[in-house]
């Protein structure tokens, strides 16, 4: 067998004609549809017919996106394309309201004379233990950082509990306890709670929600709407610990390693941050989806294109090495303890020595410029001296074979 | 085609001898040895790693090679820029 | 990384580049295919066009073992998959390619049990863990994956598991090489061989093409370098009127090939009369089948699976995109009924295919992105 | 077959003496261990051996529980004796801190100048939609509620989902488009959300998350602190509507009736309690676990008793068949649109005139009044004249043959 | 509701009281058994001992059916749900009952699948929906109850059903109050008979109790002024030097009981020679088991059970409780090692049973509750 | 012991005729009435249920003639308590 076929050469199926799909034959119907779009209306300025095709796409990109599956799956949980299509299309018009619009990892709100910030988020990470962690401590750390991040600073959590009948009480004690050590760490409270018990085969063990009240004491707004050409965009450490930890403690892969996960609060270092500079325009942590994801969310916010600088990136050695190995890019794995800072580029000094100065921004990084042409878009300059665009991740970061 | 990446064999796994321990920037896992049986890696070599299965050898001899060429190639790139330069100051 | 990071260096893709340029015939403009989409994804991956002259083009070719899936393939998983304790595993890539109704992600939204796993040995150890369900590894990949499904199919025999079996769809490259060299209209130069397939088949399969076809190919490495050089290789070829078959990646491919490798192909798999490729239509002898011999590790055996051809509309164009006969947006489907999120052929599955790449990206040119970031960097070296 | 056997009598088991259950075994040597307490000491006043038994128990009482299961069991879930344990065993210990403790609906938050409420809850009912109702307006009223009985005006909600792989999108649909209409209704603004994924079989269709935060804008602080001997207890309408369609939606029982749920949010009708009347004492939804237990949690907190009189109890015809049929005690059936209110003893008029004046308070009733003593119980006196203890609910109210 | 709200009266209570008052012998104290969980249920739901005056004391007896289980058979039921595929089905009740492992809450929390249901036959649609699982139906319950178990078999049967069994736990009442009867220490008046279970087997079977024993029964309804009026009748029987089984409870109970129903219990099922009653230890010809001729329907025949018992500590005094002869703070294991949690004995299962209402409300006398209740009843007509 | 509940038959089911639609307060269920075989209930019936079977009708001549003896007991005492009011007023 050597792979050269005898006689080889494309040719028609002996069949009949086979059915199309029913997607198939809609898609074709909208083809159809708008294929007249492509004749160049007289007494118009003509455009050129690839101008004509680009237009159309980018009206079909303007439309408000619609689901075009009918069930939820598990792409619509990782952050990337499909996450944004559900929120855009199901969630966002439905909840549509000025503070939601935002779209930012905490709401900012005003009660009376207070700033406060408040933001929720649920978490499922399986396994519940993992090196570095668990779903306790990244429960808490992760609500606090999405109110560090907004500038806020974090004073009151709430817990709410899912837990499958069988659970045993051990590993919630565990859980608790972690939860507890977190917010002590991080200096805020656990105020109030809630506990629901589901049927065996109902959940996967305990799931959490931790919603999360800060104070914005500082004057100044954070946000992505803030961001400007000339911006640059610093990683307070290296990306990816995380998401690979959790990634092979799985066990599925088969993969051993001594990742730990980078799950901690950044309310600290956000506060000596904005201690040493003022020039802080927007804060992330770069869960879900990783740098890539936060960095698109920048560019399309703020409508201004992102420029990163590959060999800048912090990446420890295993995670380069279980990334290699499984196909996949450190910069769209979670984090859990990182934040993405953009600052005016002349506070970037100031900004990247004040981060430093903590320990959970030893190694904190320059990693990129924001500039204003082509509006929308993260762009990478690889190691290798190229350039490339960093676009949304249409799923999950999935090991690859190719 | 096909996501292959180089790894150092580390061990073989004596109780199951046709796979082997392998280290990709200090990652670990058991990769099967089994398409090398007619020439079997040992700690110390490097092989190209795809779906869990050691394809080849890679060959410490011929990667040392391309590296010269690029290299040569870089330097006389080099020669000829520096050259350049010198050409245009003069 | 040994034998990675050295062949990601800057500096010398400079003298590389250097050297491709002074080659370049003026006037003359130059197109090769890289036929492997592990190189696809290198190019995209490191952004190695910059360093090419305007002149030179690379097409991306049919070598992204997924991408040529056809849908009604798919639709056959999914159908194997929802009999009753059935397992699927496949790879991560296979997920998400869409078949006549919906990927394997929509499928496991509506109750199937398809798992990924890294290696098709993985399969195994899930049948022998779970004895109650039947296990069905979905094999796709050309010539380089094809022997460790061969090995995974002799090691069920050796154990003699019994809730094991392969949906075979491997496929072979030199037919679909052959196809698009047999287009009329062909407007390649030559062609950047594949490395890993060549790990196992060798270099000699490729002597056809010079031979009967006289285009050069040179088998390259994955890495930047690797590419860029090959690239290099192919045009010394052409300024120098030769047309052979290199190897640019000597440190791993052997020029005969693995022969344990094919000999574990041979005792497991045989060639099908035709297989459908997206996109491309029927092409006769590209793939793969379990042999009778191991006909009890054949799903295409066990599972009495429909069959049925999902149609791609008759207005499909990959086959020209892929010959470099047309652009993608020239493709009368492209962009209407052909999206990312509905590809119909396969230059449109992969976010690194010609189509996909173009229709999320189209409108900005590579020139644009280029002085962008070139501004960036000049602007960031002062910080 | 008359039912009366030939012989009879208690005789010894033929074979040897089994063995016994580890519980037993160690419940025995724990009786062992404290037998030497019942003889009286020397010189100490001599108590009768019955009070010697019940101080044994009392002191046993008044011990931190512990969690004398391994695995978290479905009555941990049920609002009843064992959500008790597990939340004095395991969280509260853990988390403690003056805001929790007070282990009221909602925490009473100050920052700065604001007085805030905040809470959360998650909701996981089953089925998700039912008469009445669906996950999406139970959640919104659900915290809307919340901190509406904690005098708080809600202002701001979270929604964090966690959606099964599968999940149909019409059915999310339906559920985000009702809890939009249920926050409209409320006055309310969902301002910051999560959405995760889990795998199917990990998750029963939709959980939904919600935690809110409102403003204390009265200057009284409400509480089962502040209830004292003298109160009276008005409940805002029928109970037990909401538990009872739940229950009979599942389909298990085979019931069918036109019962529906009673969901609702009570902000409006607290907003007028309020504005009727400043005798309020505290307020609590009497949601899991029904009116019994939000009576029990008053009768503990404040060190009083409560007396009910059962006739008063507003409770609807279906839901009195359903619960004979059952045999459950509407007192104890969830209701998710009613509130328990203690009001001052010369307060009740005013206070019963201004819920009976907002639709969802239509039917209020005074169901009965706080003395004394004996201390930490709740009474009642029967329709039929007599007495008995209402005690907290051992699991759920499930249904009984006997 | 009709047949219900006419007797929870409290104008006719105050009368029977009044004229139950009457009829106390000045210095006597009365004690009767209620048997039934259910008369303990409504007396406890509705407060009737508010009516009688201090010198009439009701015992709690032996009749409730799931707290007489004893822990073997609640652990020879896990050891059944744990079987491979068993699905097993059971009254709401059953769920909390504590075995030598924990309940089928706990062990449900272990994995296994123990569901509730309201009737026998929803077991039989849960069998047929569910071809796949060998459904049990964990049976429990006196006369009343067996009939239904018994019907269900008939229909399996019928229906040639083949994934349902029953596991047997059906108990007679007549040699529970028997043993009882049978103490030397009795101090019983009289008793209230269980309405429901003669719903079934009629009045006759009680006439022992009059003839050997001098006992008088009277069979009573559920409703409070049902048992009211019994208490009547007997404090009347007493009175008049009578010695008889009555039946207050005619608009229910035939004297005859139901000929249908004890056919179908006959049919399908026999006498066991013994049975552990929890507390209680062993009674003879107390239970019924599942015919020969419905084997395929015995869970008992089906499933190899250990059959272990659970050793009772010896210090249990449940019977000296149930006779009345102890007060529940006198049994030696009182509050150490049993428990509500923990219970030991069948009157700390439910907490209406005389060790368990003791043990949460022993401190509150009856007396501080009227007093509570009265001062809030006459403040509130104040409101 | 055992939860007897009374309630109305509505129908028989014709398709399944040991079942009938029975109402208590309103909800409804469908009850095996084969155990009253011998004398089968009609619509209009009373019947005690137990876990989901009629275990018995429910005689309304024997409810009435209870309750009338209960009441005779109330006005008895009633009187009595009348009686003795009177005769502390006079
Ligand atoms: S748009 Fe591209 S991928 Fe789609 S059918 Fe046309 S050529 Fe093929
Ligand atoms: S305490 Fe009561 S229930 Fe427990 S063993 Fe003693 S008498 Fe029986
Ligand atoms: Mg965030
Ligand atoms: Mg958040
Ligand atoms: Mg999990
Ligand atoms: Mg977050
Ligand atoms: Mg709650
Ligand atoms: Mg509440
Ligand atoms: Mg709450
Ligand atoms: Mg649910
Ligand atoms: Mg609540
Ligand atoms: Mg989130």
Partial sequence: MSGVPESSGVQEHPTDQPPAANWVEEAMAEHHATEHELVPTPGTRHASREQQVLDRIDKARRRRPKMKEQRITSSHGAGGKATHTLIEAIFAPAFSNPLLDKMEDSAALTVGDARLAFTTDSYVVSPIFFPGGNIGDLAVNGTVNDLSVAGATPLYLSAGFILEEGFPVADLQRIVDSMAAAAAAAGVQIVTGDTKVVQRGKADGCYINTSGVGVREHSTDFGVDQVKPGDVVIVSGPIGDHGVTVMLARGELDIMSDITSDTAAVNGLVARLLAGTNGVRAMRDATRGGVATILNEVAKGANVAVVVNEAAVPVRTEVRGASELLGIDPLYVACEGRIVVIVAGDCADEALAAMRSHPLGEQAAVIGKVVDDPPGLVLLNTTFGGTRIVDLLVGDPLPRIC | ?90 | MRYVDEFRDAEKARALSARIASLCEPGRHYKFMEVCGGHTHTIYKHGLEDYLPETIELVHGPGCPVCVIPMGRVDDSIYIARQPDVLMTSFGDMMRVPGGNGSFFDSNAEGTNIKMVYSPLDSLKIARQNPDQRVVFMAIGFETTAPSTAMTILRAAAEGLENFSVFCNHVTIIPAIKAILDSPDLRLDGFIGPGHVSTVIGCRPYEFITTDYHKPIVVAGFEPLDILQSIYMLMLQLSEGRCEVENQYSRVVPWDGNLVALKAITETMELRPYFEWRGLGFISQSAMQVKEKYARFDAERIFNMPGLRVADPKACQCGEVLKGVLKPWECKVFGTACTPETPIGTCMVSPEGACAAYYNFGRFTRQRVKEATAVATTEASKV
């Fill in chain 2, 1 to 90: 085609m096909c996501l292959g990446i180089p790894g150092e064999i580390i061990e073989i796994l004596h109780d199951k001898p046709d796979l082997a321990m392998v280290d990709v920037s200090g990652v670990r896992r058991a990769i099967n040895i089994g398409l090398l049986e007619d020439d079997p890696p040992v700690p110390g070599d490097w092989i190209l790693i795809h779906v869990g299965f050691a394809l080849s050898k890679i060959d410490e001899g011929e990667a040392k090679a391309a590296l010269e060429f690029l290299e040569g190639i870089g330097q006389a790139y080099a020669d000829e820029i520096a050259a350049l330069l010198e050409s245009s100051i003069d």
